[in-house]
């Protein structure tokens, strides 16, 4: 795994441990629940404004490195395809060959 991957998985899980605790806290502070939706909200929406370059970086990065994992697994996929048909044309040829062995 790279650097750049790394920290990637850092600044995740830093949010998502952020975003967990905030919504831990108001869960479970002793308050009705239309009082505890507003406050939940409200706090998921400051903190989504307060931080929202930072999302946006991280959502950036993550669909990134989606987009080159995909890319990675559609190349190895087609190498294991193109592998596959060639083991299957040999075979076929072989088969052939066998066939017009009159010896």
Not at 58 to 70: C, G, I, P, T, V
Request: aromatic residues 6%; neutral net charge; proline residues 2%.
């Amino acid at each position: 795994m790279s650097k750049e991957d790394n920290s990637i998985a850092f600044g995740l899980g830093l949010l998502a441990g952020i975003l967990g605790g905030i919504t831990a806290a108001v869960l479970f502070a002793p308050k009705s629940g239309e009082e505890t939706r507003a406050e939940l909200k409200e706090a998921i929406t400051e903190f989504a404004q307060k931080h929202a370059p930072e999302i946006k970086e991280a959502k950036k990065q993550a669909l990134e490195s989606l987009d080159m994992m995909k890319y990675k697994l559609e190349r190895q996929y087609n190498k294991i395809n193109e592998h596959i048909k060639a083991k299957q044309l040999a075979k076929a040829r072989e088969r052939e060959d066998m066939s017009y062995d009159f010896n």
